[in-house]
């Protein structure tokens, strides 16, 4: 046992101590001569004389001490630091080897850092609510109108909740906002859940301070108490101690707050909204939604019937249930609900795991930028070792020198190995700097609807992964050339006199023309899928709206119940909404610059609600039809927002509350349910009341420019005012639409001090936000595929400018013979030539390999489309061609003569 | 008769053998063997020191420095109990074999 303590103390001696080791070894060495000597000095010989001998016996001093050293020394500890201090010296040697290879790698391994931190925290973090992986989303489907996403029925959901077995937690929630007034600060806007009681203990969160909801809270007609988010505690109580047992002004009522829960209490609320078929969702407010506080939900199947749709049911799976089990149990359970409710005749169940809901929308493009820097940073190491490799050839000498000297093979390795550690290490620290600084660009450039992307930072796993991700680098691209360093021939090298001579041998050559094609195949599915991307982003944006957004600012509100009164039994007459709107209109069309106003129930790219709806006269036929899009708006917006009026009239001021309900339809809903007859004059019912369409309006893309526009029936808001009190104001202006928030804003306060106003922005910024995803993936990818591409060149340029430094004797002795220059540079780009075609041809068929994991993030494009292919492809036979032709043509201006006097 | 090339491997022996009685400097080693093998041994000195350092890194020999004859920085190396275990097992193998190895060869 005491042996290997010895052994470890000797090795860490050895390795921490280099300097008196050395010195032990030629004390040790000098000893032995004198006493050898001291003997041959005996035998009569001179002291000179004497040393010569004991010299000669001894044989090869330095080999013996380095022989010594080995022994002394694991390879693994002491040598690498020994090669790492000689590598650092090689590296200082050659700059501008070292700045290519540093720069090249850094590039590669910061890309990585920044995307894989990105990947970590928005997908591997684990997840702030205790049962996550348990909770699954229970969605309702409608055969009529295909939607397999759309929120439940208040009595559904109680059935649901008393005959699923296989959930053993049902909870609700329904997404809101109220107006939060204090006496000392402007109202705000608040964004709110609905939540069942049973929502926090299934979802396993715990309250920061004070309780959750109690089930008696929950009933219908219940005192209004409230939960608030732990951030809103802290803005406005200090602290969540204080803030329990006090009250909040919320929609005008005063609401008691009996407990404090934590800010990651609403993960996924965000995704759980915009998945659905239709809803309201926070994500268009602009800035990374955060709900700050929590009502009961008080679920009352009275004033929301099995008619309506506006709850979002959460399960917890039954201890050892499967989501396949939920699925089945569910879907019987909705067919017993069709055979005893008439009104839910198409319904079925779909069951979703919670974090399938959550992450599904964002794996595409995570997954795909992953991809993208993986193979940014394969070309990155092919890069380095091709550096590697032209460096190793003019290395021979140096290697051949030191395995005279005793280095054996394993050492050279080890030395090779060292020296690419070295250097993807200082990468490695360059592109971690890199990735930080670049973090705060990324997120800013991600959209707000990815989940918790706020929490992404560059953390100590991440740069854990950064320091592993290194070390697997250094090996990719450091073991070819330690290999090739293995096989330097002694004789032949030495006797070279190292002047270049030589001719790249074949079995290099090979090798890095293998590389150069590698790294062109990588940039070949870099660039297909980047060119996808661009061109669907193109094709996005030159999708007609259906509306003209430059020029028009949105400002949202929603009038509280308290002062605005929606009585249902007086519907379409709400005197308080119909006035407020009037006197909006007038102050707003007063504002300078302004040259349209209108008011909405929806601005053009919120899809709102759908209703079911019938044509007077072919109620059977309207049985199988799907529901359509109702947009209350005030006469004004088709001018607003330029919506073109295609046939009939348009809704104007006579169409008030007290007159004859018209409506008007869009193309689609014409075409869909009018072909071959006059919509015009026809009666078209929805929301109990028949209106006579007195015209045809064009598409509004109102779900989003990629996703074709729905059937819709617009109404004056008049006639249909929002029970919710929901609205937008539209005010389309000649000049900068931004520049005119402050004025909107003012005039609102003018109008009512106490309404919060929120979404302010222009028509423009809000289109621009909902494709946000897309263009991070674009714009990320399109990034990349560039520094592949120029990487890829770089690489290209590096190979054939050896190739022909290595020739230049043999190119000098062509010219020399009278071959033209043509002929010259011909011969290194037939070379090229036939390492780009192979590289096409490889990346290509990997491109469509690669690319049909994008196609969801595609549009108006095909996977594989030839178009692209055919552009990347072409694209990088130029940029190759270039990149090998450039090193040829300077070859072939050389004067022969002078090049071959140089070089005898 | 000319000095004659150690048999491979057991200069390991060798070496463990002549520092048994007493604490020894490479030098001293080297001509102990050829001592005791009355001049017919001769350690090559390119052997002897890595074989040194290697027994003293497998904990069979333990070295302290001391001074030499020529009043010089020396290292000297004794056995320890380990290398004393491995000295008796590989003397007993060498007899073993060597026995052997003269049967055979004055067979007639």
Not at chain 1, 141 to 163: N, W
Not at chain 1, 750 to 761: K, V
Request: aromatic content about 6%; some cysteine.
């Amino acid at each position: 046992m005491t042996h290997w303590l010895t052994r470890i103390r000797n090795r860490l001696r050895a390795f921490t101590n280099l300097p008196s080791v050395d010195r032990d070894l030629d004390d040790e060495v000098m000893a032995h001569l004198e006493a050898s000597a001291a003997e041959y000095e005996a035998a009569g010989l001179s002291r000179k004389a004497a040393l010569d001998a004991a010299r000669r016996d001894f044989g090869a001093v330095t080999q013996v001490m380095e022989e010594c050293r080995e022994v002394q020394r694991t390879p693994w500890l002491a040598n690498i630091g020994r090669d790492g201090v000689f590598a650092w010296r090689l590296l200082k040697r050659s700059p501008g080897f070292a700045i290519a290879a540093v720069v090249t790698l850094a590039l590669g391994l910061g890309a990585n850092t920044a995307i894989y931190s990105v990947i970590r925290g928005v997908l591997l973090r684990p997840s702030p609510l205790g049962s996550f992986d348990r909770i699954v989303m229970l969605w309702e489907t409608d055969r009529t109108s295909g939607t397999t996403h759309e929120p439940a029925s208040v009595p559904d959901f109680l059935d649901y909740k008393a005959r699923a077995r296989t959930i053993d937690a049902l909870a609700a929630l329904m997404a809101t906002e109220v107006n939060l007034t204090r006496p000392t600060a402007d109202p705000e806007r608040l964004l709110t859940l609905r939540a069942s009681h049973e929502m926090l203990p299934m979802l396993g969160v715990s309250t920061v301070a004070g309780r959750g909801f109690l089930e008696q809270e929950d009933k219908p007609g219940a005192s209004t108490i409230v939960l608030i988010s732990q951030s809103l505690a802290r803005r406005l109580f200090a602290s969540p101690e204080a803030a329990v047992g006090r009250t909040l002004r919320l929609d005008e009522q005063p609401c008691a707050i009996v407990g404090v829960v934590p800010d990651t209490t609403d993960f996924g609320v965000l995704q759980i909204l915009s998945t659905a078929a239709y809803s309201r969702s926070f994500a268009d407010r602009g800035q990374a939604a955060h709900v700050d506080v929590w009502m009961p939900l008080q679920p009352n199947p009275e004033t929301l019937p099995r008619t309506t749709h506006p709850i979002f049911v959460l399960g917890r799976l039954a201890p050892g249930a499967t989501p396949a089990a939920a699925q089945a149990e569910t879907s019987s359970i909705a067919a017993d609900l069709e055979r005893e409710f008439p009104v839910n005749r198409g319904r079925g169940a779909n069951v979703e795991l919670l974090s399938d809901v959550i992450f599904d929308p964002v794996r595409p493009t995570l997954y795909l930028l992953a991809a993208a820097v993986v193979v940014v940073l394969l070309i990155a190491c092919v890069n380095v070792a091709n550096l590697q490799l032209a460096r190793g050839a003019t290395r021979t000498q140096e290697v051949a020198i030191r395995s005279a000297l005793g280095a054996g093979k394993a050492r050279l390795f080890g030395q090779f190995m060292t020296e690419s550690l070295v250097l993807t290490y200082i990468a490695a620290a360059a592109g971690v700097a890199l990735a930080y600084a670049s973090m705060k660009g990324l997120l800013a450039l991600a959209p707000a609807d990815v989940p918790r992307v706020s929490l992404v930072s560059l953390d100590g796993s991440v740069l854990g992964a950064a320091l592993i991700m290194a070390a697997v680098v250094a090996l990719t691209f450091g073991v070819l050339p330690a290999l090739q360093a293995r096989r330097v021939d002694l004789v032949t090298t030495l006797k070279d006199d190292g002047g270049g001579k030589g001719t790249a041998g074949p079995e290099r050559k090979r090798v890095r023309g293998a590389l150069v094609v590698a790294e062109l195949a990588a940039a070949v599915m870099l660039l297909s899928g980047a060119g996808l991307l661009i061109r669907s982003f193109w094709n996005l944006q030159h999708v007609a709206p259906g509306f003209q957004p430059q020029g028009v600012l949105k400002a949202e509100y929603q009038l509280p119940a308290a002062r605005y009164p929606a009585n249902m039994r007086a519907w379409p007459n709400f005197p308080e909404h119909h006035a407020f709107a009037r006197a909006v209109l007038a102050r707003a069309a007063a504002l300078p610059g302004v040259t349209n106003v209108a008011i909405a129930g929806n601005h053009p790219l919120d899809p709102g609600f759908t209703n079911s709806f019938r044509i007077i006269g072919r109620e059977a036929e309207g049985a199988s039809w799907p529901e359509i899009s109702v947009r209350a708006v005030s006469p004004g917006y088709l001018q607003t927002v330029r919506l073109p009026l295609l046939r009939g009239r348009t809704l104007t001021d006579a169409d008030s509350t007290g007159a004859a309900p018209v409506a008007l339809i869009n193309q689609t809903a014409a075409e869909r349910f009018f072909a071959g007859r006059d919509p015009i004059g026809a009666q078209i019912r929805f929301w109990g009341i028949p209106r006579t369409i007195v015209g045809i309006v064009g598409n509004e893309r109102i779900q989003g420019l990629s996703a074709p526009p729905p059937i819709a029936a617009y109404v004056s808001i008049f006639q249909a005012p929002s029970v919710t009190g929901a609205g937008v104001l539209l005010v389309r202006t000649s000049a900068d639409p931004i520049a005119l928030s402050n004025a909107v804003r003012g005039m609102f306060r003018d109008q009512d001090p106490l309404l919060a106003i929120f979404g302010i922005e222009s028509l423009e910024q809000a289109l621009s936000r909902s494709i946000s995803q897309r263009r991070f993936a674009m714009l990320l990818v399109t990034a990349f595929a560039g520094v592949a591409l120029l990487m890829a060149a770089i690489g290209v340029y590096g190979v054939f400018n050896y190739d022909v430094a290595v020739r230049r004797r043999e190119l000098s002795i062509r010219l020399a013979l009278g071959a033209a220059r043509g002929s010259i540079v011909r011969l290194v780009v037939n070379h090229a030539l036939v390492l780009i075609a192979l590289a096409l041809a490889i990346g290509v068929s990997a491109a469509f390999g690669f690319t049909t994991f994008l196609s969801s993030l595609l549009f108006g494009v095909e996977a594989r489309d030839p178009v692209t292919m055919f552009g990347v492809a072409a694209l990088l036979a130029v940029i190759g061609l270039l990149a090998s032709a450039l090193p040829a043509w300077r070859a072939s201006r050389v004067d022969p003569s002078r090049t071959l006097r140089a070089l005898d | 008769m000319k000095p004659i090339d150690l048999v491979q491997g057991t200069l390991d022996l060798l070496i463990l053998k002549s520092i048994g009685g007493e604490s020894l400097h490479g030098w001293a080693i080297a001509r102990r063997i050829r001592q005791l093998s009355r001049e017919v041994l001769q350690v090559q000195q390119g052997s002897l020191y890595p074989a040194l350092h290697r027994l003293e890194d497998q904990g069979l020999i333990k070295a302290t420095w001391g001074v030499s004859e020529q009043n010089r920085r020396a290292k000297f190396y004794s056995l320890t109990k380990a290398g004393q275990k491995r000295l008796d097992k590989e003397a007993a193998q060498w007899h073993r074999l060597a026995s052997a190895i003269t049967m055979v060869v004055s067979s007639a």
